[in-house]
């Protein structure tokens, strides 16, 4: 069984665009998030959710918005995509408050803007 | 804000040599976590380190955190192909701050 699981795996569109990303966990755990990954594999948090509450927000643009229908899941909507918008983006859950707090990769979205 | 150095950026290595990554913050740090990314793949967790000169080892792996908590590095001794891949350490924020942050990682590539 998959602990996180994204979807789709690869995503390639034109700019101008909307796009989602879904993510789901079966560990049960309360927080999850959102990182986007550039080409320097440089990691940078987007957003966090715990218990579907909106624990991090970075400075991330409005075209961005994350959405958590239940502790499951965290969804990432991109409106207008740009080219810089093309990266690999890896949602991930925690435990908080576990004896290690680790972080749990999903498989990570490669997306290409064109 | 707070920020960790992460040195080298990339290291080419001979299988069987050893490999040391560093992590290097101007400021304590409460914790430090190192993750493994293989090419292609996704960050998995390694270790975390909590305590004030704290060394942690899994099999081929030293793990090393400052007596001033203000560094740490991963040792991999007699590396293997399969040690290829991107070291990141992180650390996150004390108190409620949930915030992970990431060190820009390290490449190691090894020769067979």
């Known amino acids: 069984d998959t602990a996180v699981s994204q979807t789709p795996k690869y995503l390639v569109t034109q700019m101008g665009n909307d796009k989602s990303i879904k993510c789901e966990q079966n560990l049960g755990h309360d927080t999850m998030y959102w990182y986007k990954q550039d080409s320097k594999k440089f990691l940078k948090i987007m957003f966090s959710?715990?218990?579907?509450?909106?624990?991090i927000n970075e400075t991330v643009p409005n075209r961005f918005s994350p959405k958590s229908p239940d502790k499951a899941h965290l969804n990432l909507h991109i409106n207008s995509l740009e080219l810089g918008d093309s990266a690999v983006y890896f949602c991930a859950s925690s435990q908080l408050g576990g004896l290690y707090n680790e972080q749990f990769f999903g498989p990570g979205t490669r997306l290409t803007v064109l | 804000g707070q920020q960790v150095m992460q040195i080298p950026q990339y290291q080419h290595v001979q299988e069987g040599e050893d490999f040391t990554t560093y992590c290097n913050s101007s400021?304590?740090?409460?914790?430090i976590q190192w993750y493994k990314q293989r090419p292609g793949g996704h960050p998995v967790f390694l270790i975390q380190l909590v305590k004030s000169g704290e060394v942690k080892k899994q099999k081929r792996l030293t793990f090393q955190f400052g007596e001033a908590k203000k560094n740490s590095s991963l040792h991999i001794t007699a590396t293997q192909t399969t040690d290829v891949g991107t070291y990141f350490c992180a650390y996150r924020g004390g108190g409620s701050n949930y915030k992970l942050t990431f060190g820009k990682g390290t490449l190691l590539t090894v020769n067979p």
């Open positions: 400021t304590t740090l409460s914790n």
């Open positions: 959710y715990n218990n579907k509450e909106l624990i």
